[in-house]
């Protein structure tokens, strides 16, 4: 699969070709999404890059685990360069109006797969954000407690 159109396609052509790191995540992330099983395969060629974190940040917990399942990191950055790069724990922490049940969720999933709740300080900017269900959950998940439900 020639993935330079779909990157320039997707508004990142300059990072596919001048970042090795941004290439190398895009091609893992595209790759997982063309094995996604034929029933939700559609969703996740529906989503811009980085498919993971956008699957995260709608709650759609079935995509989120099959792309897991299928080898992305559950603590990957995408290589953007911008506010958006961080891993799928602080998007959830940024995604303020998620609702907490589904940040959860999805968050349980992320760390089922091996999710750091301190990478790119996710559980520290919960806390400064002022989100103190999810921080709590972050923070229970961390020390390996069985998080209580908000």
């Given amino acids: 699969m020639e993935l330079l159109p779909k990157a320039i396609a997707d508004g990142r052509g300059k ?76 998007w959830l922490v940024m995604a303020e109006e998620m609702k907490i049940d589904a940040k959860i969720s999805v968050a349980s999933v992320l760390i089922r797969y091996g999710a750091d709740v301190e990478e790119g300080d996710a559980l520290s900017l919960a806390q400064q954000l002022g989100d103190w269900p999810f921080a709590i959950y972050l923070e229970e998940a961390g020390r390996g407690q069985p998080p209580t439900a908000a």
Avoid: W
């Fill in 15 to 90: 990072l596919y070709v001048t970042l090795p790191e941004f290439r190398e995540a895009f091609r893992q992330m595209c790759q997982a999404v063309e094995q996604l099983p034929k029933a939700i395969i559609d969703r996740g060629r529906a989503l811009a890059y980085p498919q993971l974190h956008h699957a995260c940040v709608q709650g759609d917990i079935e995509l989120v685990e099959a792309l897991l399942s299928r080898g992305v990191g559950p603590n990957s950055y995408p290589f953007t360069e911008d506010e958006g790069d961080e891993p799928p724990l602080v």
